[in-house]
């Protein structure tokens, strides 16, 4: 190997940037070149790409979004798109590649990696903490930061006007996010994809819960199949017209910011791995760590959501919200 290419895709995550620049200056201690691809595999299809050196990932490492930029490209699902991105890595002479991302870059890497017979690993960056192989993802820990730190506010409000609260989070089809910031912000009540949601369970919690609460809240997960925060809010206005609720979707504040000390280091260590990891042959898998130990997971294994909920933390929210 001798020119690694580094891109990031699919939604951003806090900690890319520093994913890249351990990526970016692992290749240059091991004396290898490195290239920056633009917006993902749009930058690979068109041609974008930037010679990276020491400097080019100075001062990043706190910064939330990604310097390279990111996309989700559906030209590269097409093999014309990705033939064209094939003809300018070789061009540009890129024998390696280093993608951060979640679930569909993966799969593009996949794909990619096994028609060309291009070697290619994969660092876990995704707010939403759903791929197999790691036990968190880049980006997962400042995502349930921001969110309960919302929610703490949110809490303040709801507490001064006694009122109840349905505030979705995002997390896609997983329900990792709100299970974790739910617990955290104390909230009364959490609903997830990965559980069947029993309404009538909730409106008795809701009724039956310490008269005495003045505010309650209720975090809704985006991907939740008993509906958004908005049709979850409707059902319990209907049920409870004495009840102030009001609804409050936190969107994408969940994806920015600086990036947690958590974040950053997990960032370095796998961005180190990967690169050390191309070295000895590696291809097609994600690094990720596992018990604190590096962890190698084929990405085709590693893009099979993680829908294990542990049904400890569920029970905790019950026995803790009363
Ligand atoms: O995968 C990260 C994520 O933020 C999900 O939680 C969410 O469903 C999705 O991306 C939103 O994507 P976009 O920013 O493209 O609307």
Known sequence: IKNV??????????????????????ALYYNLEVT??????????NGD?????????????????TILK???????????????????????????????????????????????NFPIVGLPGTIDNDLLGTDYTIGYDTAINTVIDAV????????????????????????????????AAGAEAILIPETKTDLNALYHKLEQGRKD????????????????????????????????????????IQRGGRPSCQDRVLASRVGVAAVEALLKGHHNEMIGVINGEISYTPFESAIKHNTEINPALLKIVDILSL
């Open 5 to 26: 290419g580094v891109y990031t895709s699919g939604g951003d995550a806090p900690g890319m940037n520093a994913a890249i620049r351990a990526v970016v200056r692992t």
């Open 213 to 252: 609460k003045s505010s309650k809240i209720v975090i809704v997960a985006e991907g939740e199949e008993a509906g958004g925060a908005f049709e979850i809010g409707k059902l319990i206005k209907d049920r409870f017209p004495n009840y102030d609720t009001r609804v409050s979707v936190l969107g994408h």
């Open 36 to 45: 920056g691809i633009r917006r993902g595999y749009e930058g690979m299809i």
């Open 152 to 183: 703490d506010k949110i809490r303040d409000t709801a507490e001064s006007h006694d009122r109840l609260f349905i505030v979705e989070v995002m997390g896609r089809d997983s329900g990792l996010i709100a299970l974790r910031t739910g617990i």
């Open 49 to 65: 790409f930037l010679t990276m050196d020491r400097k080019s990932v100075g001062n990043i490492i706190q910064r939330g979004g």
């Open 70 to 116: 990111t996309a989700r490209s559906e030209h590269f699902k097409t093999a014309e798109g990705r033939k064209l991105a094939y003809e300018n890595l070789k061009k540009r002479g890129i024998d390696a590649l280093v993608a951060i991302g979640g679930d569909g870059t993966f799969t593009g890497a996949k794909v990619f990696g096994k028609e060309y």
